[in-house]
């Protein structure tokens, strides 16, 4: 049996394949099911600043009235019901992911200014979280605030939760960055153990009949995984923390271009809303298969083999590669036209 155990955050894994958030992993069922599956690592489902900062007004709130009932105050406000889980439903089910696998379980705390919400990253390490995914999805809405005042408030936001804990912390990027390699430094220095590519960026859709804007979440495509590949290419070789990559994570193939680029693991969800967790067993099958075929000894023998720092030719990540594919496609379309 080839060995496809790779080594990401510290830790030893099984696989190249971690779920990642996803409300999958709200059901016990499902973690054990994915454990079964081949699953080498799951992070839970995010705990959003929003919904901390809620709880927290509420409790202050209940302290001033003189009440004492935190767990009541939470049933009166009927904001919270459009978030899945309070924190201490999330730490709760967060002990009992731990102890239902033995792959790691990370949890994922969603926010992106620092505050007091931050201090949750301590207690899901006491409730027995491996590492920690902090997904810092900030948007820029107001001409005033700078690129650079916009990275200094996600660098203090990754100071803190890595003071906080001693478990790992990898950081899920957005990627609207105009420097990744910088940005990836910098959040290394910070004391992040990883960098996740990236952060889908879900746009409102605009419905031209009711003049609203709303909401929508359709599942990724393998297309979506190219720029995390040339991205995690670009910082494979420039960084001692590993790469994690999510977005249009589909089949073998995709886990072995993942994996080539850079990445320490391959992290899959719509691909398993669509064809169920199974699918984690019939990619890794593929994999094994592929790899044996061409005798590799391991997976990690491949790691980077494809990114920046390893080909002989760099210019297909460099500006060379944008001009080249413009112009030969002109080429081929006047060729085409005689
Ligand atoms: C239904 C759904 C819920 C998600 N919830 C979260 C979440 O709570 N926190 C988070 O960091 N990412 C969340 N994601 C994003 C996924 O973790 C993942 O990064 C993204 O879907 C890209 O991977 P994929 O192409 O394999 O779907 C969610 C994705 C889906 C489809």
Request: charged share 20%; net charge negative.
């Amino acid at each position: 049996m080839i060995d496809i155990s790779m080594q990401y955050l510290g830790m030893k894994l099984s696989g190249p394949i971690v779920v990642a958030s996803t409300p999958l992993s709200e059901s016990i069922d499902n973690v054990r099911h994915m454990e079964d599956a081949g699953a080498s690592a799951i992070v839970l489902t995010s705990l959003f600043e929003e919904q901390l900062a809620l709880e927290s007004r509420t409790l202050d709130d209940d302290l001033s009235r003189g009440t004492d009932s935190f767990a009541e105050s939470l049933g009166f406000l009927p904001d919270l019901n459009d978030y899945r889980m309070t924190h201490e439903i999330y730490l709760e089910h967060l002990r009992r992911a731990s102890e239902a696998v033995s792959i790691p379980v990370m949890a994922s705390l969603n926010g992106a200014t620092p505050g007091g919400w931050v201090r949750f990253a301590r207690e899901m390490e006491q409730a027995g979280a491996d590492a920690i995914e902090l997904n810092t999805y900030a948007l820029a809405t107001d001409g005033a605030q700078t690129s650079a005042s916009l990275e200094t408030q996600l660098l203090d936001l990754v100071t803190s939760v890595c003071q906080a804990v001693k478990v790992p912390v990898a950081v899920k990027l957005s990627q609207s960055f105009t420097s990744v390699p910088n940005l990836a430094a910098r959040l290394q220095e910070a004391g992040a153990s990883g960098v996740v590519l990236f952060n889908r960026f879900y746009q409102p859709d605009f419905d031209i009949e009711s003049l609203e804007v709303r909401p929508t979440l359709h599942f990724s495509t393998p297309s979506e995984l190219l720029p995390r590949l040339h991205w995690a290419a670009i910082l494979y070789g420039q960084l001692h923390i590993d790469i994690g990559i999510t977005g249009g994570v589909h089949s073998a193939e995709d886990v072995l271009k993942s994996i080539m680029s850079g990445g320490s693991v391959a992290m899959m969800v719509s691909a398993l809303h669509i064809h169920g967790i199974d699918h984690i067993a019939r990619v890794l099958a593929d994999l094994c298969y592929w790899l044996e075929k061409r005798e590799y000894a391991s997976l990690a023998e491949t790691r980077g083999c494809l990114s920046r720092h390893s080909v002989p030719d760099t210019s297909p990540y460099d500006r060379g590669n944008y001009i080249k594919t413009l112009s030969s496609y002109s080429l081929r379309q006047t060729v085409a036209a005689f």
